[in-house]
């Protein structure tokens, strides 16, 4: 069975994001907004497609900052949709700003995104799966998997063979503890 391990490898944009993102653990949360967007954004497209159009996204949601992105009004919405560097879909762009005001919230009552998550671990990937669809707009079972996944929560973003594995679990994510 081929890998995300197998693939990335020497890949221009995969290579970089499997041996230095994916699966690492993230605190920040404009860095964990950020993966959730990208996450929501990437259904019914490639990984590919969300890598080459991250610096776009980036810029188009100004950094991901969850204070800014929350006072995104009808403006920013006309200027994300009509944005061709980005994906162009209502619902995504709404869920994102809705996300973001959901994030501000958890600052209130849990101190941050990281913090929520925390939490919450561990839990079984089904109850995460409810748990995110409570909290967020957009986020079916794939993307909370990936979403978790990518962010050290759930264990399986790398092989145990890929070199890049054990510096995943030397960076000590939650999965691991």
Same mark, same amino acid.
């Given at each position: 069975m081929?890998?995300?391990?197998?693939i990335?490898?020497?890949?221009?944009f %995969? +290579?970089?994001y499997? *041996?230095?993102?994916y $699966?690492?653990p993230?605190? /920040?949360?404009?860095?964990?907004?950020e993966?959730?967007?990208?996450?929501?954004?990437?259904?019914?497209?490639?990984?590919l497609?969300?890598?080459?159009?991250?610096e776009?996204?980036?810029?188009?949601?100004?950094?991901? *900052?969850?204070e800014?992105? &929350?006072?995104f /009004?009808?403006r920013?919405?006309?200027r994300?949709?009509? *944005? &061709? +560097?980005?994906?162009?879909?209502?619902?995504?762009?709404?869920?994102?700003?809705?996300?973001a005001?959901t994030?501000?919230?958890? @600052?209130?009552? %849990?101190?941050?995104f990281?913090?929520?998550?925390?939490?919450?671990h561990? &839990?079984?990937?089904?109850?995460w799966?409810?748990? =995110? @669809?409570?909290?967020?707009?957009?986020? $079916? +079972?794939?993307?909370v998997g990936? =979403?978790?996944?990518?962010? +050290?929560?759930l264990? /399986?973003?790398?092989?145990?063979?890929?070199?890049?594995?054990?510096?995943? @679990?030397a960076?000590r994510?939650?999965?691991?503890?």
């Amino acid at each position: 069975m081929t890998t995300y391990c197998d693939i990335a490898s020497g890949h221009p944009f %995969h +290579g970089p994001y499997h *041996d230095r993102e994916y $699966g690492f653990p993230l605190r /920040g949360d404009a860095e964990l907004f950020e993966r959730l967007v990208l996450e929501i954004n990437q259904a019914g497209l490639s990984w590919l497609t969300i890598l080459r159009k991250r610096e776009a996204f980036r810029r188009a949601y100004r950094g991901f *900052d969850p204070e800014v992105v &929350a006072r995104f /009004g009808a403006r920013d919405r006309a200027r994300l949709l009509a *944005d &061709a +560097g980005i994906i162009r879909n209502r619902l995504k762009v709404e869920a994102a700003i809705a996300n973001a005001k959901t994030l501000l919230g958890l @600052r209130e009552s %849990h101190g941050g995104f990281a913090a929520w998550l925390d939490a919450h671990h561990p &839990a079984p990937k089904p109850e995460w799966v409810k748990l =995110f @669809r409570r909290t967020f707009r957009f986020t $079916g +079972g794939e993307i909370v998997g990936e =979403f978790l996944l990518s962010t +050290g929560y759930l264990p /399986g973003a790398h092989t145990e063979g890929c070199p890049v594995y054990r510096k995943v @679990r030397a960076a000590r994510p939650p999965w691991s503890r």
